[in-house]
């Protein structure tokens, strides 16, 4: 499985337009050097700091999980073909203790964006995201806590919820034990 070169395509997009790294961390709410470390692909951030990103730039965060090729009108992605996304990090550059796949890599122009989530650990910090559009998860296996504004929801195997992604956000293990989840985002 190998990995989208991320950093690259936002650094890209910030010098189509001429824009200093200050210039978009002002306008993204992030650190310049936060910036920074993804467009060196030092870090890989969750996926609702891309969203905001893509925001920004006016381009859709499934952008940053393909290939330059041309459209498809459907794709088959086979266990062996997705692409891993593993070191994601906060702004803080601590851990956030999971990583995630993308189940679709060469439809352009998604209106959902499916992932594959592995929680792996126990958070040390609890920050919450949003962004716009809606998710949708599905625990495969484990036992999840959901942070959904100020509520707490634990789901289980199974268990699935649907929600508005501007509320602040965030998925943790339970108990410490991986927690698969299949994630379906839209912008």
Same mark, same amino acid.
């Given at each position: 499985?190998?990995?989208?070169?991320?950093?690259?395509?936002?650094?890209?997009? @910030?010098?189509?337009?001429?824009?200093?790294? $200050?210039?978009?961390?002002?306008e993204?709410?992030? !650190?310049? =050097?936060?910036? &920074? #470390?993804?467009?060196?692909?030092?870090?890989?951030?969750?996926?609702?700091?891309?969203?905001?990103?893509?925001?920004?730039?006016?381009?859709?965060?499934?952008?940053?999980?393909?290939?330059?090729?041309?459209?498809? @009108?459907?794709?088959?992605?086979?266990?062996? $073909?997705?692409?891993?996304v593993?070191?994601?990090? !906060?702004? =803080?550059?601590? &851990? #956030?203790?999971?990583?995630?796949?993308?189940?679709?890599?060469?439809?352009?122009?998604?209106?959902?964006?499916?992932?594959?989530?592995?929680?792996?650990?126990?958070?040390?910090?609890?920050?919450t995201?949003?962004?716009?559009?809606?998710?949708?998860?599905?625990?495969?296996?484990?036992?999840?806590?959901?942070?959904?504004?100020?509520?707490r929801?634990?789901?289980?195997?199974?268990?699935?919820?649907?929600?508005?992604?501007?509320?602040?956000?965030?998925?943790?293990?339970?108990?410490?034990?991986?927690?698969?989840?299949?994630?379906?985002?839209?912008?």
């Amino acid at each position: 499985m190998t990995e989208y070169n991320i950093g690259q395509k936002i650094k890209k997009l @910030r010098l189509a337009k001429k824009l200093t790294l $200050q210039a978009v961390a002002r306008e993204t709410g992030f !650190s310049p =050097a936060l910036i &920074s #470390q993804i467009e060196n692909n030092n870090v890989s951030p969750p996926i609702a700091t891309l969203s905001r990103i893509a925001k920004f730039f006016d381009v859709k965060v499934g952008m940053f999980f393909t290939e330059d090729e041309e459209e498809c @009108r459907y794709e088959v992605v086979r266990a062996t $073909q997705r692409k891993v996304v593993s070191r994601v990090i !906060s702004r =803080a550059g601590t &851990s #956030q203790g999971y990583s995630y796949e993308s189940l679709s890599v060469r439809k352009h122009n998604k209106k959902m964006e499916p992932f594959l989530l592995a929680v792996t650990d126990m958070a040390s910090e609890e920050n919450t995201y949003s962004h716009d559009g809606e998710e949708f998860l599905y625990i495969m296996s484990g036992a999840a806590e959901l942070i959904l504004d100020e509520e707490r929801l634990t789901l289980e195997e199974g268990d699935c919820i649907y929600f508005d992604s501007s509320l602040r956000h965030r998925l943790l293990s339970k108990d410490g034990s991986e927690v698969k989840v299949l994630a379906v985002v839209s912008r």
